[in-house]
Structure formats: C-alpha cells, structure tokens
C-alpha cells in the first residue's frame, strides 16, 4: 500500500536561518507531489507541484523553493526563513487527474 | 478562474442530526470533486470524489454528497452526525483541464461542530 512520510512534524526555527522540510512517498511510483501551505488553520494554498524528478513548477512567489532529486522525494526549501513562512505545510501525492491526493500529517513551522 | 466557494464558516448540529455542509464550484467543462476532512494539528484525509456517472457519492465513515450541475454545488451530507465528526471539511475541485498536474483548488474550510 501506498504511504507518505513527512517530517519534522514540528519545527521553530529564527528569522534568517534556512529550512529544508522532506517529504517521500512510497509504494507508487512516478507520483505526482505537491507542497501545500495553510494558514491560520484554514484554506490550503498550494505552493509548488512536480509532475517528475527535477520539475518543479511555482504558483506563487515566495521566500521558498522546491526539488525532486528523486521519483518519491519532494524537499521544500528556504534560505533565509520570513516570518511570514510560519504556517502548516503539507505534501501530497496523486497518481492522476481523476484520482484523490492523499496527505502527509503537515509540519507546523514557526518562525521567531 | 477556477474557484471553490464554502459559504460557511462553521456548521452547528446536533448529535443525530442530519448535516450539510455547503460547497459550490466554478470551473470550465467537468470538474472532479473532493471533500477532505481534517482533525486538529493533522493532514488532510479524503472522504469522497466525484468524477462522473451518479451524482450521489458516498464515502467514508457515512458521509455522502450530490453533485448538482446547474446549480455548481457538491454539498457534503450525513444523515445522523456524531461528536466524533466535528472537524474541519474541505471541498476542493480538480478542472480537467489542466493536463496531468492534477493540481486542487480548495475552499476556506467549514468547521462543523456537533454538540451532544
């Protein structure tokens, strides 16, 4: 069966410093992966999606980055966080257009 | 522009209560409909979808919705809640027509509350 993996599942870290949030999917392959952010615990923006390794595609502008070094790793990056970056992140993966994404738990990052 | 409306932000009822929580959409040609529910501090977990074929879904833990084409809905139904089923419910829709990105659009989130 499938199953996706992120973590920390919690992070503070202070302004200026980088971020490096991984994500992995297992049992399915080829996936697409996408890094989702929620605000406030309400609506989810999504943030970046993958349709495979090394393409990344932005649908915001931000502070942050994404990368598929791999078919099932999806890394979302900062260099230098914001404190506008707090939130709760979440990665998802789905197979295609017709099918539900399913979630990882998220990681709460706050920034101080 | 693709967009997904929840026009409530939370949802009071009842324990055995029937509940409905609001959903309506607006994309070009068919869409694919989803409901995700969420627990505190948690991801998203997906209930049910809607693709095409009957337009009354059901899916997990009793809940079921009815895509209505003219008037742009997919309200989310259960006909008894439990205190067990407050949460967070999001509708998100999938516009066929962004090729193999499969990417979602959600709504705000409806809070739904069932008191004892």
């Known amino acids: 069966s499938q199953t996706i993996h992120q973590w920390p599942a919690t992070l503070v870290q202070p302004v200026g410093s980088p971020l490096s949030l991984e994500c992995t999917v297992e049992?399915?392959?080829?996936?697409?992966l996408y890094w989702y952010r929620q605000a406030a615990g309400r609506g989810l923006q999504l943030l970046f999606y993958?349709?495979?390794?090394?393409?990344i595609s932005s649908e915001v502008p931000q502070n942050l980055s994404a990368s598929r070094p791999q078919d099932r790793q999806f890394i979302l990056s900062s260099k230098k966080l914001l404190l506008s970056d707090s939130g709760f992140y979440l990665c998802?993966?789905?197979?295609?257009?017709?099918?539900?994404?399913?979630f990882g738990q998220g990681t709460r990052l706050t920034v101080v | 522009a693709q967009s997904v409306a929840q026009p409530e932000d939370q949802v009071n009822v009842a324990e055995g209560n029937p509940l409905t929580v609001k959903c309506t959409y607006s994309v070009s040609g068919n869409p694919y409909l989803f409901w995700y529910v969420q627990y505190p501090n948690r991801g998203l977990q997906f209930l049910l979808k809607?693709?095409?074929?009957?337009?009354l879904v059901k899916g997990s833990y009793g809940f079921e919705a009815e895509f209505n084409k003219s008037q742009t809905s997919f309200h989310l139904k259960k006909p008894s809640a439990l205190v067990s089923d407050s949460a967070l419910y999001f509708c998100?829709?999938?516009?066929?027509?962004?090729?193999?990105?499969?990417?979602?659009?959600f709504g705000q989130g409806t809070t739904l509350q069932v008191k004892p």
């Open positions: 998100a829709v999938r516009d066929p027509f962004t090729g193999n990105t499969g990417k979602l659009i």
């Open positions: 998802a993966w789905s197979v295609t257009q017709n099918t539900e994404a399913f």
């Open positions: 993958s349709v495979g390794i090394g393409q």
């Open positions: 049992g399915t392959s080829n996936p697409n």
């Open positions: 809607y693709i095409t074929g009957d337009n």
